[in-house]
């Protein structure tokens, strides 16, 4: 079987243009992937994510694992954008657990609460027990630092995090850092990582080998997607350089409430949808604020991210899914 | 010739009396500019309008948020800070002294305004 899997690997790479793209492999896997946005980039290569976890498996090291980002789920709000966020909230974790291949964890990038009030983190906390994954790892939108300057969200979820709630962990050899961006922002300003936070994750990723796979989350997108309306970050590029030597970066932020995706050497960028509401695209409304949309739509503006990282593999898998 | 000179007698105290009722008065003024006790900024939008609100001393101005997410109204000196402001909420700060006073949002920076305090 693992011969055969072998072949496959080398008729795809043999039936490579010279853009590097194999056509018929990628059709294949949009065709698997169904409604769903799937993509995934083998050094360059699409490979369908069903043919890639088979070979991790039969490679008989069994280091892959998947996990769900999920973000701004602004409970509290309540306005006709959606009325009801509770139950699109339990709309995706019904999703989670609808997923082929159960999630080993979650991370939620942000704007957890509407208002940061404890109600809301309160509610949020007791809507994801229900999910498979009983581990979540978050980091703070600025919904959530609110009037207090962050105090009650790291009293919640910072208890083994530094400074404003910046930290790292390691999972199947994956190192993962989550990056707090949403704290004193300066006026006229974007997101702002800050020189404490800047010096720890130089030091966090000093000693780590080159070939070790990085995720970053963090709220605010690491890069430039639109900085007329605050997407984007002040001292990223000086976070990003510090990650330049490894040769598989993931960068998963929230914030924007839709999926947007960027590939630069090494790192891949993807944001994630919202379990809220929906926000227009960049530059085609007069501002970043909820988007109305006929109630029956709205479920497919909104979704989470399943992301599968396969040992062996050059980069994650990233697949979004709405919620109807 | 009397009559004259008691006319212009009585007619002066008369003229003092309304020119001093007129100086008094502080919605009486020659430009036209709303009462000095209150000034509005709607914050609609993602923006404050307007963005840039000129108002004499001792001004009360009242920030009122008519958008569909919070803000907050945050001077870059740290002269004022409300707390965050949900829709319908309202914030109000008195300007006593003359200058100029830069503020944003401090949920969404990009949102910037300035009173100018006469």
Known sequence: MAAKKQGLIDQMLQDLNNDGIDRRGFLKCMAWAGTGLVWTLSGGIPVSRAFAKGYGKEAGKGG???????????????????????????????KINGLAQPPEFLLHTGDISHLSKQEQFDNVDQILKSASAKDVFFVPGEHDVLDDNGKSYLERYGKS?????????????VHFIGLVNVLNLKSGGLGSLGGEQLEWME???KHLSHSTPIVVFAHIPLWSVYPEWGWGTEDSAQALAYLKKFGSVTVLNGHIHQTMQKVEGNVTFHTAMSTAFPQPQPGKADSPGPMKVPAEQLRSLLGITDVNYVRGQHSLAVVDSTLG | MRKKNVVAVLATPVMIAMLLLVAGSPSVKANDQPSAANAEVKIDNFSFGPQSLTVPAGTTVTWTNRDDIPHTVVSTEGVFKSKVRDTDEKFSYTFEKAGTYPYYCSIHPKMTGKVVVQ
């Open chain 1, 64 to 94: 892959d694992f998947s996990f769900v980002q999920i973000s701004d789920s602004h409970m509290g709000f309540n306005k006709p954008a959606n009325p009801d966020v509770i139950a699109t909230l339990q709309a995706a974790v019904d």
């Open chain 1, 161 to 173: 995090a530094k400074g404003s709630g910046w930290y790292s962990f390691d999972k199947k050899g």
């Open chain 1, 203 to 205: 030091k966090d990723v």
